[in-house]
C-alpha cells in the first residue's frame, strides 16, 4: 500500500528553527510537495523536489533521499505566523498526490 | 485574479437530500480535482479531470459525481447525502502536464445530518 508519514504535532519558539519529517512508501515517485494550511484555510503550494538535495527558498527550506523515502522541511527564523499544518505529499507513479495527515506546528513567544 | 472560487462556503444538508458543490477556475488549467478533508486524515481525492470532457475516480468516489462540461467548471455532486460525507471539500487544479503543482480553492464546509 501507498503511505505517507509525519508527525502530527510539533512546538517551537519564535526565532527558532523547526524540522518537520516526513517518511513515504509509495508506487512510483514522481516528486513530493510540501504544502502549508493555516486553520480554516486551503492548502497553498511552498515546495517541490524531485531530485535528492537540498531546495531552499528563503527561510524555508525541503530535502530529498529518494534511495531512504525521506524528505524534511526546515523553517528558520520562526515567526508567529508560522503556525499552521505542514502537508507533505507524494506524486505517483499515475501522478496523483498522496497526502500524509499533515503536521501541525505550534509556535510559542 | 480569482483563481479558484467554491460555492457554498458552508452548508447544512440533512441526509437523503442532494447537493452540488460548485467549483470554477480562471487559470486555463488543464486539469481539476475533488478532495475531502478528515480531522487525522490527509486529503483524499475524490474524482479528478485531466481535460474537459473526461473525468476520473480517485480513492474515494462512492457516493459522489462530476462532471466537466468545460475548462473552467467541475462540479461536484452527492446524490443522496449520509452523515459520513460531513466534510471539508477542497477543489484543485493543475496544469495538467505531468508532476505540476496543484492550487486549491477556498474549500466548502459540509454537514449532514
Known amino acids: 500500500g501507498q503511505n505517507i508519514d509525519q508527525p502530527t504535532e510539533m512546538t517551537a519558539t519564535e526565532g527558532a528553527i523547526v524540522q518537520i519529517n516526513c517518511t513515504y512508501q509509495?508506487?512510483?515517485?514522481?516528486?513530493l510537495f510540501w504544502y502549508q494550511q493555516h486553520a480554516g484555510e486551503a492548502p497553498t503550494f511552498l515546495s517541490y523536489?524531485?531530485l535528492d538535495g537540498l531546495e531552499e527558498k528563503g527561510r524555508f527550506s525541503s530535502f530529498l533521499s529518494r534511495s531512504k523515502g525521506y524528505s524534511y522541511l526546515l523553517l528558520k527564523e520562526l515567526q508567529m505566523k508560522d503556525s499552521a499544518s505542514y502537508l507533505c505529499?507524494?506524486?505517483?507513479?499515475?501522478?496523483?498526490?498522496?497526502w500524509g495527515a499533515g503536521t501541525k506546528l505550534i509556535i510559542k513567544p | 485574479t480569482a483563481g479558484i472560487t467554491q460555492a457554498p462556503t458552508s452548508q447544512i444538508l440533512a441526509a437523503g437530500r442532494s447537493m452540488t458543490l460548485r467549483c470554477t477556475q480562471d487559470?486555463?488549467?488543464?486539469?481539476m480535482y475533488w478532495y475531502r478533508q478528515d480531522l487525522g486524515l490527509g486529503l483524499r481525492l475524490i474524482h479528478y479531470?485531466?481535460?474537459?470532457?473526461?473525468?476520473g475516480k480517485g480513492e474515494v468516489p462512492d457516493g459522489y459525481s462530476v462532471s466537466r462540461a468545460n475548462t473552467d467548471d467541475f462540479p461536484l455532486t452527492l446524490a443522496s447525502a449520509v452523515p459520513s460525507q460531513t466534510s471539508v471539500y477542497f477543489c484543485?487544479?493543475?496544469?495538467?502536464?505531468?508532476?505540476?503543482?496543484?492550487?486549491f480553492g477556498p474549500g466548502t464546509r459540509l454537514t449532514v445530518l
Open positions: 505529499a507524494v506524486m505517483d507513479s499515475n501522478y496523483q498526490l498522496i
Open positions: 484543485a487544479s493543475s496544469d495538467g502536464t505531468g508532476a505540476d503543482t496543484q492550487y
Open positions: 479531470s485531466n481535460t474537459a470532457g473526461t473525468t
Open positions: 523536489n524531485v
Open positions: 487559470m486555463r488549467h488543464n486539469a
Open positions: 509509495t508506487s512510483g515517485f514522481n516528486g
